[in-house]
């Protein structure tokens, strides 16, 4: 027995990239807690959240929303990785894989979005 957004491939990818970053969010110094660690592993999580709960949504529209808000917080995924690197918290090697899967979801992400009648 599956939920029907278990079967999603952009479902899927997000649940991984949020437990990519939250195992990068550990490289982050201690006196970001509260700050850029909280706030970069709320907004991957909330990729796969809205995904979930825009999939059960009765109407188009509304899944839309949810999806668009996927798509937001996959945007700060990516400045909270800008942020991080700057920093010097992250390397460039660890900053470019991560914003290379943000990317590509991000793009799965709309294609869905836009498949949708």
């Known amino acids: 027995m599956n939920f029907k957004f278990e079967k999603l491939l952009i479902w899927q990818k997000a649940m991984d990239l949020a437990e990519e970053i939250h195992e990068l969010s550990k490289k982050i110094p201690k006196e970001e ?20 709960e825009g ?11 949810f999806l668009g808000y996927s ?32 990317f590509d979801l991000m793009n799965m992400t709309i294609g869905f979005k836009n498949n949708i009648k």
Do not use: G, M, W
């Not at 592993?41 to 959240?49: E, Q």
């Not at 999939?55 to 929303?65: A, C, F, L, Y």
């Not at 798509?71 to 390397?91: D, G, P, Q, W």
């Open 33 to 52: 807690l509260y700050n850029l660690t909280s706030q970069i592993n709320r907004a991957a999580d909330s990729i796969a959240l809205n995904i979930a």
């Open 55 to 65: 999939s059960i949504s009765q109407t188009n529209p509304e899944q839309h929303r």
């Open 71 to 102: 798509i937001r917080s996959i945007a700060e995924v990516v400045t909270c990785l800008h942020k991080a690197k700057r920093r010097k918290y992250i390397s460039t090697d660890e900053f470019e894989k991560n914003y290379r899967d943000c």
